[in-house]
Structures are given as structure tokens and as C-alpha cells.
């Protein structure tokens, strides 16, 4: 069954000439209790995209460990500094949006899109990151991340991410993005395979830091390890330069004075 007659069919037929078979339907009340719940609104429009970005898109994704030891020390200071000022606190999200704007500004292919055979390149730097709601994942993106401080980060951040889990997001507020970073540190896990937000070519995950024995010389030494997962369109981005792009990250993670230069 092919095209306009496999989507009468049931079945979903997407860019490109792909036809999927039809949703197995099963009558799960046969084998015991169900109840049955409709998706949100939120989750309905996100399935789609994720469905046709897992199927169109040939993505690989790259891991790597980051030592923030120093960076979580320097966060913590400046948290304390700023306690009575009651303006945001500084999140590790706002240091890995910094890092990951030089990223694209040295590497530009992650800060592209494909429009048919031709690559844009954007001259512009925003970031969009996940957050999780009570009716599913949406992803704010905050506008012009290379222009603003740490500081400025982590309040217009917190600010979106306090929108979307109260449902007022607007459609503005999450168009955009140049490059996303979905951070589940504050759930768990080591590393995962995040899908690409098309039309964006790759998007960072991030989980737990943990404490690990590294080996600097001379003995192992106790460092706070940050776990990345790097997932690019191989397309556009191939794995000597998805590499790259992640270890430089964790460079800049590690030594933060590299973000001034």
C-alpha cells in the first residue's frame, strides 16, 4: 500500500515517500483492567514532530564527560554573594547555554539548517531548552544568549520555565532556537539519546554530575563529573566534528575563563 492509500488505510505517511504500517489495535481490556486517558494538547503536537524528526532525521549520538568541578565551586560562590539581592539564582543551565553559544560560534555547522541543499548558516545565537510540565515537554528559547550575562541567563530563564509550567507560554516565546539543551540533571540518569528539534541540526542532553575518581598525573583525584550526550544530523555534522564540538564544551566547562576569550 503506498501514499494517499496507505494513510486511508491507517497507516502514516510522511515526507520523503515513507510509508509506515498501520497502529497495531489491540483490545487491551481482554487481558485485564484499563483505564483510558486522552493526551494533552502539548503531547499531541510534540508526537508528531518527534515521530517525523526520529524517522527523518539520521542522527548519532556522541558522549562525553565534563569536569565542573571548579565551575559548580564558582556557581555556589556566587549564589552566596548574591543571596540577599534577591534577584535569580544561577543555574548550571546558564553556564552551558555561555559554553555552548562559543560552540557555535566555532563550530557554525551546529549553528545551521537545511533548507533543501542548501545549509543556512545563522549569524544570530538563541537556545532553547526543555522543560518539563504537568502536560508534557515544551521547549522556551531565550533570544540572544551571546548578548547576555550569566546572570541575565539564569533570571529570563527562570522566568520562561515558571510560563511554561504554568501553561502561558506563547508561541513566540518558543520559536527560534538555534541549538537546544534538554537537562534532565535535576531527575538523574548518566546519559541518554535526545531526538533533534528540527529544523535545528543537533541538541545537547545533559544529566546528574556526580563525584569520580579522575586520574590527573599523578593519582586519582575526587572531580565532579557532568555527563553530555551530543545529538547531531549526520547530514550536516560528522563524527570527527560532533567530537570536536563536544569536547571543546567540556573544555570550556572545565575552565570557564575560556568563555572570555
Known sequence: VAGP?????????????????????????????VEVKPLSRIKKISGQNLSRNWVMIPAVTYHEDADITDIEAFRVLLNKEN??????????????????????????EFNSSLDGD?????????????????NGLVVPVVKNVDKKSVFELAQESGELAKQARDGKLKPAD??????????????????????????????????????????????????????????????????????????????????FRRVAL
Open 5 to 33: 492509500a496507505a494513510a486511508a488505510a491507517g497507516g502514516a505517511s510522511l515526507g520523503g515517500g515513507l510509508d509506515l504500517l498501520p497502529w497495531p489495535k489491540v483490545d487491551f481490556a481482554k487481558f485485564g483492567e
Open 118 to 134: 542548501n545549509l543556512v548558516l545563522k549569524k544570530y545565537f538563541n537556545i532553547g531548552f526543555a522543560a518539563d510540565t504537568p
Open 174 to 255: 518558543m520559536s527560534g532556537a538555534c541549538f537546544t539543551i534538554s537537562s534532565l540533571g535535576g531527575i538523574g540518569g548518566t546519559y541518554f539519546a535526545p531526538i533533534v528539534n528540527a529544523p535545528e541540526v543537533a541538541i545537547l542532553g545533559v544529566n546528574k554530575s556526580a563525584m569520580k575518581p579522575v586520574w590527573d598525573g599523578k593519582a586519582f583525584v575526587p572531580r565532579l563529573v557532568l555527563p553530555l550526550s551530543l545529538t547531531a544530523d549526520h547530514r550536516v555534522i560528522d563524527g570527527a566534528l560532533a567530537t570536536r564540538f563536544n569536547v571543546y564544551i567540556a573544555q570550556l566547562l572545565a575552565d
Open 83 to 108: 543571596e540577599k539581592g534577591g534577584g535569580a539564582k544561577l543555574t548550571m543551565l546558564a553556564f552551558l547555554m555561555k559554553a555552548c553559544v562559543k560552540g557555535l560560534q566555532k563550530f557554525p
